[in-house]
């Protein structure tokens, strides 16, 4: 009985120490982080630009729809079909679709010729419409690499013309906020430049 006792014990000292591992990159509340991360452009900034659009020619980039465990500030880990935890130690400082949104008008109007319009302003030319939902802005445990996927549908005024398209980018990381913060911002930033590829050679085929 002594051994099985001590047996016992021991296999719930493995368990105990496997949680407190893992607790170590996921996890519940805690401590807030000590700074807060964004998403950056890895397109150079061309500086100040003029530019003319033609009528149905601007694009209006609109923040994407998002499932309720991207609906917060901080980063989702895929453990299981079934499980999501959070990233311990890593917080955006603002919700993932307005920062993807900002993201990808940033982009568009850094890589291409399009007049990128703020939604308040769509008024002025209704031109091109970039909405859609972003699927997937985690770290996937099982692969070791964050994903993030975003379905675009790009539409001209009054829906005379619809197009969708997947869009979805990887980035290795080791599941820690050092690691996975900034291979978010590198596949965000792939998404960002494939789509706005797209909408630049939208109306010219």
Not at 145 to 164: C, K, M
Request: proline residues 6%; glycine residues 12%; positive net charge.
């Amino acid at each position: 009985m002594k051994l099985l006792a001590r047996i016992l014990a021991t296999g719930v000292l493995v368990v105990s120490v496997s949680a407190c591992s893992l607790g170590g990159l996921l996890g519940g509340g805690g401590k807030a982080p000590a700074t807060l991360q964004t998403l950056t452009p890895e397109i150079p900034d061309p500086g100040p630009v003029t530019r003319n659009a033609v009528s149905g020619q601007s694009v209006t980039v609109a923040t994407p729809i998002v499932p309720k465990e991207l609906n917060t500030l901080r980063v989702p880990v895929q453990i299981s079909a079934t499980d999501v935890q959070y990233v311990t130690g890593l917080q955006w400082i603002d919700t993932p679709d307005r920062l993807f949104q900002q993201l990808v008008s940033e982009t568009i109007r850094r890589s291409t010729n399009r007049v990128v319009l703020d939604g308040g302003l769509a008024t002025l030319d209704p031109g091109l419409l970039l909405s859609g939902q972003l699927q997937k802005f985690g770290y996937d445990a099982a692969s070791g690499q964050v994903i993030v996927e975003y379905d675009g549908a790009l539409s001209t005024a009054g829906g005379n013309r619809v197009e969708s398209r997947r869009f979805v980018a990887t980035a290795p990381a080791n599941g820690t906020g050092a690691s996975v913060g900034p291979a978010l911002n590198r596949a965000a930033n792939q998404v960002a430049r494939d789509v706005a590829g797209w909408v630049g050679n939208s109306g010219s085929r």
